[in-house]
């Protein structure tokens, strides 16, 4: 039988390069190979977004657009938006049971992303039980593979503990899945921080143009070790350099700037110019293919309606399995 991948990304904002090496640029590569169902994941979006959620409608269609604008073949991979799947949370509830406070409690990233978002009247239960609900979307579509960058690494883990649990109590209808990290696991922010990441403001956006892309570059944190260009730089940990590694393909002239940086022989100006042009050729293609989808937003909102239909099919035809297995089919007549 044919493989299946379920990933998603939370409508949060647009994506960004850290996207596109930790989880996109691997569902463009295993398409054709794949039955592929990408989720917007919006209710897990509200987790920590629920007093705003009048961003989420417009969100939801940036994130199809970068979809399509990478090269996802909206033939092949289905579109599915999470809230309109109500088996997810159905199947959540009974996962519910299969999980303890002191495992939830434990989980790396969901500790990090706590530390991180300030919740000035605590953590909301939503927000802090996602990776059960997140556990729901992988294995509601049986999903074989999920293309993850590596903070996603104690969810799959944590939905691989559901399943072994869920088949040995009840029957064996749900699938193992397997976590594929991308090209690069972590792509740091243009601050130097550890994540580029939406709720973080330190992206660089697929859909950026190429002066927006021009100024996130020229403003990137660099060596602040390094007051003048004629100082001796470091490479390792310096974000702009982690950049040209992963996007700038004329790797003699990074070995180049490199060397040069380490010797105090070039100026930041110059490594930035040479990594926005890198970038913007890059970019440049996904931007134009961004801007022909976003003049046919109908096109785009009848992909995402066609996705979400097949996707619930298939999570409808799951939780009936699942109802069986656990015994709650009832047969009242
Ligand atoms: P938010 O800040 O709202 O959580 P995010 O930028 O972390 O947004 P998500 O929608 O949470 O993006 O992540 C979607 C997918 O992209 C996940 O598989 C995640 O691991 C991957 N990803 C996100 N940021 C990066 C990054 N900087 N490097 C590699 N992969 C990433
Ligand atoms: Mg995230």
Redesign the pocket.
């Known amino acids: 039988m044919i493989k299946r991948i379920l990933?998603g990304?939370?409508p949060?904002g647009p994506l960004?390069l850290?996207?596109y090496?930790?989880?996109l640029q691997n569902r463009v590569r295993l398409q054709h190979e794949y039955d592929t169902y990408v989720l917007i994941a919006d209710v897990q979006a509200l987790t920590d977004n629920f007093e705003h959620p009048e961003k989420l409608g417009d969100n939801i269609f940036q994130v199809a657009l970068d979809y399509l604008a990478v090269g996802l073949d909206p033939e092949k991979v289905k579109i599915v938006v999470q809230s309109m799947v109500p088996e997810l949370a159905e199947l959540t509830i009974y996962f519910m049971n299969l999980v303890t406070v002191a495992t939830l409690e434990r989980n790396p990233t969901v500790k990090e992303e706590i530390k991180q978002r300030n919740f000035v009247k605590g953590v909301p239960v939503g927000f802090w039980s996602y990776p059960i609900s997140q556990a729901a979307d992988i294995t509601i579509f049986k999903a074989d593979l999920v293309p993850?960058?590596e903070?996603?690494l104690p969810m799959i883990e944590q939905a691989r503990e559901i399943v072994r649990r869920f088949n040995r109590l009840y029957d064996k209808v749900l699938v193992e899945p397997r976590a594929m990290l991308?090209a690069?696991?972590?792509?740091p922010g243009t601050d130097g921080g550890a994540?580029?990441?939406?709720?973080?403001g330190n992206c660089i956006y697929l859909g950026d143009s190429a002066e927006q892309v021009r100024k996130r570059v020229m403003s990137m944190f660099t060596d602040p070790t390094r007051i003048h260009p004629t100082d001796p730089g470091h490479v390792e940990g310096n974000p702009v350099f982690t950049y040209h590694d992963v996007f700038n393909p004329n790797k003699d002239e990074v070995e180049e700037l490199k060397e040069r940086y380490r010797k105090g022989t070039v100026g930041d100006v110059e490594v930035k110019q040479k990594l926005f042009a890198a970038l913007d050729a890059f970019l440049a293609p996904i931007r134009e293919r961004r801007a022909e989808f976003a003049a046919k937003p109908k096109h785009v909102h009848e992909i995402i309606m066609e996705g979400t239909r097949k996707g619930r099919a298939l999570a409808h035809q799951t939780m009936a399995e699942a109802r069986t297995a656990m015994k709650i089919a009832y047969k009242f007549e």
Do not use: E, F, N, Y
């Open positions: 990933t990304d939370r949060t960004h850290g996207h090496v930790g989880s993850v960058g903070d996603q991308g690069v696991a972590r792509l994540k580029m990441s939406k709720s973080l």
